[in-house]
Structures are given as C-alpha cells and as structure tokens.
C-alpha cells in the first residue's frame, strides 16, 4: 500500500496549554485531527462554564480556519447536579488527577473516597458525562499505575452507570481491567506502545522521552500493543501530546511529556503497517471513540502517503520551541498535501 486515508481521526487526549504555547502547538493537531478532548489542567485549572467557553474560543483562535472540534473538559472538583445540567452542553468529559501527581493538578483530589465523591460521581452518571482518570498513586514510580487499579475497580464497581476512561494506560494490569467491566475504556499514547522505560533511561537519559505515566516493561509494551493493533472497541487513541519548552525539557528537573501532535498519525501508520494491522487502524484512531463518547464522525478525511518524512529537530513559532519525539529521524509516512 502507497497511500491511506483516515477518515475523522481523533486525538482522546490532548494538551495545548495557553498563550504562545497554545498559538505554537494547536495548529500542529488542528492540521490532521478532526478533533481532540482538550485536558483541562492549566495553571488556572479549567473549572467554571465561563472557563471552559473562554479556553474553547482561545483555541479556536489558534486553529483559524482548520476543522478541528476541540471537545472540552472540567478539571474534578465536587460540582453539583444544577452545575453539571447547565454545563453539560460546554463539555464532553470531567478529568480528574490524584492532588500532585503530573503537570498543574497540584489542586486536584486528595483522597478517592467512593462516598465523598459520590454526589458529583452519581450526577455525571446521570448526565452521561465521562469521567477521566490519571490513574496513579504516589507510590514507587513503576507500582503507581499497578497500585491505582483497586482505585478504578471500587470506582466502576460503585458506579455502574458511569462512563469511567483509563488515561494513558502503560500496564498488563490495566490491559487485563479494561476489558473486566462494561463501563471501562482506556486511551493509549503512541509512546507508550513504542518505548519501554529502557529506551528513556537505559543508557544517555533521553528528556523527550519522559513522560507520566513513566513508558514500563517489555511486557507490558507487548500488551498495550497487541490491544491496540487487535481493533479492540474498548480502546482509543490518546496522543497524551504535553508540549514544554526546550529549556523546561534539557534541563536538571525535567518536565514530564512527550510532544507528539504533528507525527502522530504517521506514526501510527508505520506502526499498524508493520504489524499487518492497518484494517484495525480507522476504529483505534476514530471509530471506538466515537462510540464510547457518543460523538458523530466528521467529514474530514487526512491522506497520507508512503513517502520518507523526516521529523524536525524542534517546531519553534510565538517565541517558543518544542521538541518532537523522533526528532531528527525518518518516518516511513507523510501527510499528503
């Protein structure tokens, strides 16, 4: 095969933080994404109607004339049923982050208590509004994820009417819980099915590379791929793209996140390609989230071409620059202009 169309591709788990930032990278996604579910967690945590209007415009300001539908979310707070029914129409899903875990959720929740959460858990059941988790403790870096999968299973266990998303899955575990309850999904980024924690750390520390979840074992690599390549409805593409500066990245305290937006379905390409799998590519990448999210499909169609696409050794524009995973190496697939 020379050339590939992906109709409506979908990105269930996107950063494009603000400002310069903002204008820098949401292009990068608008250009080859139909749409993406925007991460609420900015300095200011997204958490009001007027928040999530205000952010949605500032995007779309960034986007100009691309079609691109950014589908927003709140950051989890106890929010009440009144408060959820007016913003309902403004979002597609609440994300919650254990307090202090990743990038900005130092205001998030401190104890995931099935009881105390249960007024804002019962009424976004009710809504039919997603909840998206972080799933990590602060434990040992490489149990955090293992050590949160009791978390998930009292969540849909006492919540069986709840849509619940698995973030950025990177575990056998949370391969093996996803397909253990009705009301379970998962996003997977590309990173984590390409790398393990030895292509970060193994030999020269390579910054671009690190992100949290932290990329785990060959087995658990192994996992994540064979559910992704397998068509498997319960599991979507989640790029998890977190652009930070250069300077925030080659640095001592590097910032946690790969930034993957403008090769992401490239990638993806390449990699269902090698592995014979490209029929189950158009469910991952779209028609899985568009079921679990009960979203309509876009018109939009993105052609890509085999053809050699080197990756730019940064993306720099606004007075800001990012590096991309795989810079300065060759993609075997390129977007057709």
């Not at 928040?51 to 589908?71: C, H, M, S, T």
């Not at 093996?176 to 379970?184: G, I, M, P």
């Not at 050794?313 to 057709?336: L, R």
Request: glycine content about 4%; some cysteine.
């Amino acid at each position: 095969m020379t050339e590939i169309t992906i109709n409506s591709p979908f990105d269930m788990h996107l950063h494009l933080r603000d400002d310069d930032m903002l204008k820098l990278v949401a292009p990068l996604s608008s250009k080859t994404f139909a749409g993406a579910i925007i991460m609420p967690n900015l300095v200011l945590p997204v958490d009001t109607k007027q928040a999530v209007i205000e952010y949605k415009n500032r995007i779309l300001d960034a986007i100009g004339d691309d079609d691109f539908k950014p589908f927003m979310t709140l950051f989890f707070k106890p929010y009440t049923k009144e408060f959820l029914s007016d913003v309902k129409d403004e979002i597609s899903a609440i994300k919650l982050y254990p307090a202090g875990i990743t990038t900005n959720s130092e205001g998030g929740v401190e104890t995931i208590d099935t009881i105390a959460l249960a007024p804002t858990l019962n009424a976004m059941a009710e809504l039919n509004i997603p909840l998206c988790i972080h799933g990590e403790t602060n434990g040992f870096v490489m149990d955090r994820e293992s050590e949160f999968m009791n978390v998930y299973e009292e969540l849909a266990i006492a919540f069986p009417k709840l849509k619940i998303i698995m973030e950025h899955i990177t575990t056998k575990d949370a391969v093996k819980l996803v397909q253990k309850y009705d009301n379970l999904y998962a996003t997977i980024t590309i990173q984590h099915l390409l790398i393990t924690l030895d292509d970060v750390a193994g030999g020269m520390l390579q910054p671009h590379l690190f992100c949290k979840p932290i990329a785990k074992t060959p087995k658990d690599q192994e996992a994540l791929l064979n559910i992704a390549l397998s068509g498997n409805d319960k599991i979507m593409f989640g790029s998890d793209s977190a652009p930070h500066p250069k300077h925030a990245k080659e640095a001592c305290g590097c910032a946690a996140g790969v930034f993957t937006s403008p090769i992401a379905l490239q990638i993806l390409v390449e990699l269902f390609e090698k592995h014979n799998a490209l029929d189950n590519l158009h469910k991952f990448v779209s028609l899985n989230a568009c079921k679990i999210y009960d979203m309509q499909p876009s018109s939009k169609q993105v052609h890509l071409i085999k053809k050699d696409f080197t990756v730019p050794s940064s993306y720099d524009a606004h007075g800001e620059t990012v590096v991309p995973m795989k810079f300065n190496q060759t993609i075997s697939w390129s977007i057709k202009n």
